[in-house]
């Protein structure tokens, strides 16, 4: 488990590189409820976002991180989600063994910063300087982000700003049914600014240079290079966490005995977690073929969507329905121009 490891690499090397961020992790991760996610949710976390931005704004007011401190972690190298993700891993870097986030909420529960982890079996672990922050909540204001204050400090306008925002958006399968004020709503409800846990190297940073890199610079193409897509996929998760059809859970206590040989050697003690699974209701089950209804239909698949109801959230995965002996459907989803 990457927890188990980050806890490992405190005062390591590359935690007194970073002044101790990795170890201010390992001590967040220890009082957090800790989840290990499934392939499966991963990939379903991908298709969610690139779902539509509309349909996103719609549920995220009804979402919650279940706790102040939440640590989620998956494999980092999973074959489907690599083939999606934004940034394919390629041999200079390749994708990581495990990946992993620290989500720390306010008593809202809908406001807070998630800071990205991973590890790789050769490189052991790393973490990100830049947190995501985020504000769910209805109607909030725009959440601090270095490179919009950067924009507006060069001297660009507000309209400028959402001209620069739209035009990053276009071709985005996210964009399609979305307004502009869907996708300038969006994109102010999260924004990038170091992490809580690299405080101390923030602080070592400002005393040797007196300025912090900012957006321009090689280490910030760096830094949101190590996380591009990720909080759009720890966001999805979430998403997916509050979906009240699809997931379910099973806890995993840490191995006692395993755990007193460990202390009896020196190595610190494993931590518990909790699997987080898909789960396809009987709902999905027929409708994804033992219906009576659509059976007549040709064989095609219908794309995941949200469906907000008073009770809440709810995902319908991605499914193939109808008879394939009628003939199948094949086609892709287009973004119109």
Not at 100 to 107: M, R, T
Not at 158 to 180: F, Y
Request: proline share 6%; hydrophobic share 40%.
């Amino acid at each position: 488990m990457l927890a188990d490891e980050i806890l490992a690499a405190a005062n390591s090397p590359a935690d007194r590189m970073l002044v101790g961020a990795i170890s201010a992790l390992g001590i967040a991760i220890r009082q957090a409820k800790r989840f290990d996610l499934a392939p499966g949710i991963v990939v379903t976390a991908n298709t969610i976002s690139t779902s539509s931005f509309a349909a996103q704004l719609r549920a995220l007011p009804l979402c919650r991180v279940p706790f102040e401190f939440t640590w989620m972690e998956w494999p980092g190298a999973d074959p489907i989600y690599d083939a999606n993700r934004v940034g394919n891993a390629t041999a200079a870097a390749p994708a990581p063994n495990r990946m992993g986030v620290l989500i720390h909420a306010d008593e809202s529960r809908q406001k807070g910063s998630m800071t990205f982890a991973w590890s790789h079996r050769q490189e052991g672990v790393n973490a990100c300087p830049l947190a995501c922050f985020f504000d769910w909540r209805a109607d909030a204001p725009e959440v601090d982000d270095l490179s919009r204050s950067f924009f507006r400090q060069s001297g660009h306008s507000e309209d400028e700003l959402r001209q620069q925002i739209v035009a990053q958006s276009q071709g985005m399968p996210q964009v399609k049914g979305s307004s502009e004020a869907d996708l300038v709503d969006d994109r102010s409800r999260f924004g990038f600014n170091i992490s809580p846990a690299f405080k101390f190297w923030a602080e070592a940073l400002l005393r040797r240079h007196g300025t912090l890199p900012g957006p321009g610079t090689q280490e910030w193409h760096l830094w949101t290079s190590d996380i591009r897509g990720e909080p759009g996929i720890a966001r999805s998760i979430l998403l997916l966490l509050n979906s009240k059809n699809l997931t379910h859970s099973e806890e995993s206590p840490a191995p006692e005995r395993l755990n007193r040989q460990r202390v009896k050697v020196g190595k610190l003690p494993l931590l518990g977690h909790t699997k987080i699974r898909i789960k396809l209701s009987r709902a999905l089950q027929q409708r994804a073929g033992e219906g009576t209804q659509r059976e007549a239909s040709r064989f095609h698949a219908v794309r995941g969507h949200f469906k907000i109801r008073a009770s809440g959230v709810y995902w319908w995965s991605d499914f193939m329905r109808g008879d394939p002996t009628r003939g199948s459907v094949h086609g892709t989803y287009k973004v119109d121009d």
